[in-house]
């Protein structure tokens, strides 16, 4: 009966699922009004679908973020709230689950405490979901802030828009937001939500035990690239303390708001949008139905305002430079990158043409140089597959610890090499994302259903212990691990995460990451016209 019991509740986490209805009530008061959440029986209290902004529907669709009033009575926070406005992922896709309601009314956050008035505040850890900033949600049932919880901090996970909603900018746009706050701006809407909901940390987080001045932001592939996007905005200062980036940063040319350059300008893509859509106002556009929208994203041929662009506001430069001239957001960092990142990501190469074609898109007239450094003729699928990895996660990473550490600032970089036995029997390596149920302390969450290996919940246990330390005092420790080294840029030190946690130093994957730095300075002088 037990065990159908435990079997009973995974399905539930799996599901996505709350398994705090068999809680007890728990009341805050929070700076709009009363919140009545659930407390568990291990003494986590849990709040679901708090609004952290006005629902950004009807004018409000592509405006910033607005404070919720204040209500009257008790609301009740027991439940997830819709994800944002979004397409499904692709029918075969790892990161498929089973469909939950969408609405552009999801601007919403969920907190884990069990300090609930406590006398001191905890540390607070909040957690920025991925998706390519097109999909996801803070809800998803491995980002479950139970574990965490329980190890002491508060844990905070957020919605923001996303996709069109998210990131389109364009003239008429810009000029609305130029007459109503002087901002001149358009298209950064998502990261305009992350910085409101950080905002909400700072004014509420102490009434659910969490200390304002020890804020803890982390979050992995687009949440990792939003990570990198709070610690370069100024309109994100002082509201976070420390950063963790798993797999994601942004250090090559970004969209700038109206100028094409080697990228497309947001304004002109939007332009193109719109077109595509069969408009020619912002009226217009606001009218459309969501699906008709999302429709439409579907079939743009090009979807580059998925991404924040260079506007003046949110982001005064690319945020390479803004790194480089050392105006970025001063904060400890934990940073680091997968083994096998692309194996869930790129479909296998039908055949070697079709590995050098790939090849040929990243590099171009330097494609011999990545054919010798990757030993192409000897492996083509491990030569496309390390490319890949090493141009979207191993590069930029390295980058941002580079030019942190470059600072004098403390960063901490990690290799994260554990093979999950599932899915697959773990044909896909240490995959892109493969370290999340590890970080939450949530191994047992499984794809296959299958019970956790005790190895499994080892890493997790040591592994989040790595995060927790690293949000309670600014240095990662574990018990089950081993002393983690500050990176700088001339020892190269870093943590590899694996079955055990080893420290080294040198670097790793030196020759990959310095060629496709190499291509990354062709791009840059491209986009500059040099």
Known sequence: MINRLKQFLLVLMVAGLSVAAFGTPVQVTSQQGKLLGETLSNGVAVFKGIP??????????????????????????????PACAQLPYPEGSMFTRPSEPTSEDCLYLNVWSSNVGGEKPQAVMVWIHGGALTRGSGSTSIYDGNALAQKGVVLVTINYRLGPFGYMAH???TAEAEKQSGTGSSGNYGTLDQIAALQWVQDNISAFGGDPDNVTIFGESAGSWSV??????????????????????????????????????????????AKHLGVDSVEALRALDVSEINTGFATFAEQGFSQPNVDGYVFPDHIANIFAQGKHNDVALILGSNADEGTNLLPPPANEQAALGFLKSLAGDEVEKLLDVY???SDYRAAYYGAFRDAIFTRPMREWARLASAQNRDVW?????????????GKLGAYHAAEIRYAFDNAEVTFDGQPATDEELKLGDTLSDYWVSFAKTGEPVSDGGARWPRYTDSAQRYMELGAKAKAHKGGFL?????????LVKDQWADHSGE
């Not at 990198?228 to 309109?235: E, G, I, K, Q, V």
């Not at 970089?413 to 029997?425: I, K, R, S």
């Open 52 to 81: 952290y902004a006005m629902p950004p529907v009807g004018v409000r669709r592509w405006q910033a973020p607005q404070t919720v009033p204040a209500w009257s009575g008790v609301r009740l926070a027991n439940r997830f709230s």
């Open 171 to 173: 003239p008429a746009l």
């Open 228 to 273: 990198n996007h709070m610690t370069a905005s100024p309109l994100a200062a002082g509201l976070f303390h420390k950063a963790i980036g798993q797999s994601g940063a942004k250090f090559d040319p970004m969209p700038e708001l109206a100028v094409d350059r080697s990228v497309t300008s947001a304004h002109s893509v939007g332009l193109k949008f």
């Open 375 to 377: 030993d192409f003729a």
């Open 413 to 425: 970089l990690y290799y994260f090499t554990y093979v999950p036995p599932a899915p697959m029997g």
């Open 510 to 518: 030196n020759k990959e990451v310095q060629l496709i730095d190499a």
